[in-house]
C-alpha cells in the first residue's frame, strides 16, 4: 500500500521502526515457539527461592524487556554561552512525560562450571512519548519543550538574539558483554561496551520562531553492573545500572553562523525481565529443573506478551472541492500504520489478590492523523501518531477477588488473568490504571482491534464516551458483584484535562488525565447470563453519566451568531470552549452476544448519548446501532481461523449537526461545515488466519457511506492487513 511504500522511503524512521518491529516480532515468536515445544504456555511458580544445592544453569538464550528512568547532563558551548544542562525531565504519570524508558534485550550466557559467567547482550531502548509543552494549551503537564529525555537550552546568540536549544532521544541501544559470579540462584555482573543514540536537535528563534530540526546518530561506549535471579520457571528478573557516553557532537546551524558543540551523558536505571531458552540443566554438573512439575496451587507470577502490526489504507474517493476540513479523511490514496508490543507482568500479593503492571511500546499513526470518520477504520491507531516508537506503561492496578459460595468454577491463566479457580459468586475490585472498557461493555465477538474487528465503533458502543487519555487509559476503581445469573458493575473514573472536541490546538494536547480529579465519570452496568436453545448469552445495559466542564452545542452556535463578525467568539469553537461550564452528560447502551452453537456467534449492541453537549474523550456519535456473526474455522477444517461481518449506523442529533455546519470541529471529525448531513454507516468484514494458534495474520475490509455525516464526501474503501501474535 502508499503507507508501506513511504515508511519503505522514509530511510531513517525505517531503521528504527523495523528495528522494534523486528526485536518486539522476534520475542514473541521465540517464546511461542519454546512455549508449544514445551506444551506450556505458563509457567507454574512454585515457592520461592529454589531450592538446588548446584545452583542456577544460566547457560542458554535469553531475549526479555525493561523498564525504566534516565537521568544526566549535557555539556554544551557555542558563540553566547556555554554550560551544563540537565537531560532528565519531570515523570508525570498523569500525562505519561518525563524520562521514562521501555526496551527489549536478548544475549547469551556461558557458565563456566566455577560459577563465572560469560556472555553478551544487545538492547533497544525507546523514550516515553514527547510531553506537549507547558502553556494555555496545556496548563498542568508536560516538559517545557515536548522532550522526553534531553537537554533544554536558552541563551542569546550573538546573530540572532534570544535563542533555544533542546535535543531529543528518539531511539538508543547497546551491544555488551557481561561477566560476572553466579552464586547459587544469584547473578551479579560488570558489562559493557559499545552504546548508540538517535536523537533530533533543535535551535529555535525566540523572536521569530523559526527553527532547524537536525537528526543526528551518536556514537559512544558505556559501562554498568546488575544483579539478577530466578523468579519462575524460565523467567528470572534483573536490575541494572548503566552509564551511557554518546559523545561530542558539533552542528552547523544557520548554514555554519551557529555553531554548536554538545555531548549527552546518560544514566539509565532499569528493571527487566528475561525468558531463558531451553533451560532445564543444572550448571556444575547439577540437575537443576526450572520447569516446574504439574502443581496444584496456581502461580505466583505470569507474564504474557503481544504484539500487533496493522497496515490500513484507502484508494481515492469522491470529495467535491470545498467539502475539505482540518479534521476531514483525506481524498487522496494513502496508507498508514501502527504497531505496539505490550508486556503483561502478574504478581500475586495474598489471597485473591494480583498486581498487574503493563508496559508498552507503540508507533504508528491512523489515518488523516486518526481524523475523518466517526467510526474510525482502526482503533489500533490512537489520537496521538508518533513516528518513532515510544514507551507507555498503560496500566498497572490492582485486583482483588472475594469468593462468596457457589459453583467453583476453574481459570485459566491469560493476559492479565492468573490461572485458579474462582466461586461463581464472588465480588471483584479493581483500583489503578487501566481502560473502562477492560470492565464494562465487552462483547465476545467485538471488543478487541488486536484480532477481531478494527473499527472503533465496533469494538464498543459508539455512544460510549468513556474516560480516558489519548490512548484511552485512566485512574479509577470498579467493583463487579457476580450472584447467581447476574452481575452489578459499577465504577468512578478520572477525566482528561479538557475535552478533545474542539478546533484549536487543545483537542491533541488534551490528552493527559486531570491531576486534580476534580472532573469525574460515573459508569454502572447490569450484566445478566441466559441460555437460549441450550446455548450461553449475554445482555448487559451500560450506563454513564460524565461531569466535568463542557460546553453545550445550542449555546455555542448562539454565541458565535452573536458575536461581531471576525470577532474571536464568532468562531463556533471558540464559543464552545468558552461556554465550558461544570454540566453532566449521560449515556446508555445495550450489548447482546449470544453462542448459535460451538463456531458461530452473533452480537449487536445499541446506544443513545446526550447530543446537546460536547464529546470528552472517545469520539464523535450520539446514536448508534451494531449487529454481526462471528464464525470460527471449524467447519473448513480451521479451527482457530475466524471470519466476521458486522453493519454499523451512527448518527447525531440537530444540536450538534447544526454544531458541525456552522464550522465547528469534533474529537474525530470536522469538514468545516456539514449542509449535508446523512447517516454514517460502515460495513466491515475480517478474516482472522491462523498460522498458529499464537500467530494470526487476517485481513479486514471496511466499506465506509457518508464519512463523518457527510453526504458528498465518499463512500470510502478502507482495506487493512493485520499481524497479531502473543503467548
Known amino acids: 500500500m502508499a503507507g508501506l511504500g513511504r515508511i519503505l522511503r522514509n530511510k531513517l524512521n525505517t531503521r528504527t521502526q523495523l528495528a522494534i518491529g523486528a526485536s ?16 506450556i504456555f505458563v509457567t507454574k511458580a512454585p515457592p520461592l527461592p529454589y531450592s538446588n544445592t548446584a545452583g542456577y544453569n544460566w547457560t542458554g538464550f535469553y531475549f526479555g524487556g525493561h523498564i525504566g528512568g534516565g537521568f544526566g547532563t549535557s555539556n554544551w558551548s557555542t558563540p553566547g554561552g556555554s554550560g551544563s544542562a540537565p537531560i532528565y525531565q519531570t515523570i508525570n504519570t498523569f500525562d505519561e512525560a518525563g524520562s521514562f524508558l521501555t526496551g527489549v534485550q536478548g544475549g547469551y550466557n556461558y557458565l563456566l562450571r566455577n560459577r563465572v559467567l560469560i556472555g553478551g547482550e544487545a538492547d533497544f531502548t525507546f523514550p516515553n ?37 533542546n535535543e531529543a532521544m528518539l531511539a538508543s541501544g547497546t551491544v555488551r558483554a557481561r561477566i560476572g559470579y553466579a552464586p547459587g540462584n544469584w ?26 530540526s537536525p537528526f543526528l546518530w551518536r556514537l559512544g561506549w558505556t559501562v554498568g553492573g546488575g544483579v539478577e535471579t530466578p523468579i519462575a520457571p524460565h523467567w528470572t528478573a534483573k536490575l541494572e545500572y548503566l552509564f551511557l557516553d554518546f559523545g561530542n557532537k558539533t552542528y552547523q546551524f544557520s ?54 502490526f496493522v497496515e490500513q489504507g484507502t484508494p481515492a474517493f469522491r470529495s467535491p472541492v470545498g467539502s475539505l476540513g482540518a479534521q476531514s479523511l483525506q481524498p487522496v490514496a494513502n496508507g498508514r ?9 502478574g504478581l500475586r500479593l495474598w489471597q485473591g489478590a494480583e498486581l498487574w503492571v503493563d508496559p508498552e511500546i507503540d508507533q504508528g499513526h491512523g489515518l488523516a492523523e486518526t481524523h475523518g470518520v466517526a467510526g474510525f477504520p482502526s482503533a489500533e491507531s490512537y489520537k496521538l501518531g508518533f513516528s518513532y516508537p515510544y514507551a507507555r506503561v498503560d496500566r498497572y492496578f490492582i485486583r482483588q477477588t472475594i469468593n462468596l459460595g457457589g459453583e467453583t468454577q476453574k481459570v485459566d491463566a491469560d493476559i492479565n488473568q492468573f490461572a485458579g479457580s474462582q466461586t461463581a459468586n464472588r465480588l471483584v475490585l479493581t483500583v ?9 461493555d465487552t462483547n465476545k465477538y467485538a471488543n478487541n482491534p488486536k484480532a477481531d474487528f478494527l473499527n472503533w465503533s465496533a469494538v464498543n458502543a459508539g455512544t460510549f464516551d468513556y474516560a480516558g487519555d489519548a490512548w484511552g487509559y485512566t485512574y479509577g476503581a470498579a467493583a463487579e458483584w457476580y450472584q447467581s445469573i447476574f452481575t452489578f458493575r459499577g465504577g468512578v473514573f478520572d477525566m482528561s484535562v479538557v475535552p478533545a472536541e474542539t478546533s484549536n490546538a487543545i483537542a491533541a494536547y488534551a490528552y493527559g488525565l486531570d491531576q486534580t480529579l476534580s472532573q469525574q465519570q460515573y459508569v454502572g452496568e447490569i450484566e445478566e447470563r441466559h441460555e437460549l436453545w441450550g446455548q450461553p448469552g449475554k445482555l448487559k445495559i451500560t450506563a ?18 452573536a458575536a461581531a463578525p471576525g470577532s474571536f467568539l464568532s468562531n463556533v469553537n471558540n464559543a464552545l470552549v468558552a461556554d465550558r461550564i461544570y454540566r453532566l452528560k449521560p449515556g446508555v447502551s445495550l450489548n447482546l452476544e449470544q453462542q448459535v452453537n460451538d463456531w458461530m456467534g452473533v452480537f449487536a449492541r ?43 449506523v451512527n448518527g447525531l442529533t440537530p444540536p450538534h449537526i447544526a454544531y458541525f455546519n456552522a464550522g465547528g470541529m469534533g474529537v474525530l471529525i470536522g469538514d468545516g461545515s456539514l449542509t449535508n448531513y446523512g447517516l454514517e454507516q460502515i460495513i466491515e468484514a475480517y478474516y482472522s488466519y491462523a498460522i498458529t494458534p499464537s500467530l494470526k495474520v487476517g485481513f479486514d475490509y471496511q466499506f465506509v457511506i457518508n464519512p463523518g455525516y457527510n453526504e458528498i464526501r465518499g463512500p470510502v474503501n478502507v482495506f487493512a492487513g493485520r499481524i497479531h501474535t502473543q503467548f
Not at 518486539?24 to 506444551?39: E, Q
Not at 460536547?614 to 462471528?630: L, P
Open 24 to 39: 518486539c516480532t522476534a520475542m514473541i515468536l521465540a517464546s511461542a515457539s519454546n512455549a508449544f515445544a514445551d506444551d
Open 129 to 165: 512519548f514527547p510531553a506537549i509543552p507547558i502553556g494555555a494549551l496545556n496548563p498542568q503537564g508536560g516538559s517545557p519543550i515536548g522532550l522526553s529525555t534531553g537537554p533544554n537550552i536558552n541563551f542569546t546568540s550573538p546573530v540572532s538574539g534570544p535563542a533555544n536549544f
Open 187 to 212: 547473578l551479579f555482573y560488570a558489562t559493557g561496551g559499545f552504546a548508540w543514540t538517535y536523537n533530533q536537535q533543535a535551535l529555535t528563534n525566540v523572536a521569530t520562531g523559526s527553527s532547524e
Open 255 to 308: 548554514s555554519g553562523v551557529q555553531p554548536f558543540t554538545s555531548d549527552f551523558l546518560l544514566q539509565e536505571v532499569r528493571a527487566g525481565v528475561n525468558y531463558q531458552f531451553g533451560n532445564d540443566a543444572g550448571g556444575s554438573g547439577g540437575a537443576f529443573v526450572t520447569k516446574a512439575p504439574a502443581a496444584v496451587n496456581p502461580d505466583n507470577v505470569n507474564f504474557h506478551a503481544q504484539t500487533t
Open 337 to 345: 500504520e501502527t504497531i505496539d508490543a505490550t508486556l503483561y507482568a
Open 432 to 440: 489503578g490504571k487501566f481502560a473502562v472498557v477492560d470492565i464494562f
Open 544 to 561: 454513564y453519566v460524565t461531569h466535568g466542564r463542557m460546553g453545550d452545542f445550542q449555546d455555542a452556535v448562539a454565541i458565535a451568531a
Open 606 to 648: 445499541a446506544g443513545w448519548a446526550d447530543g446537546n453537549v460536547e464529546f470528552w474523550d472517545f469520539t464523535d456519535i450520539d446514536r448508534t446501532v451494531q449487529a454481526g456473526v462471528s464464525i470460527t474455522g471449524k467447519n473448513w477444517g480451521r479451527p482457530d481461523d475466524t471470519v466476521g461481518i458486522m453493519g454499523i
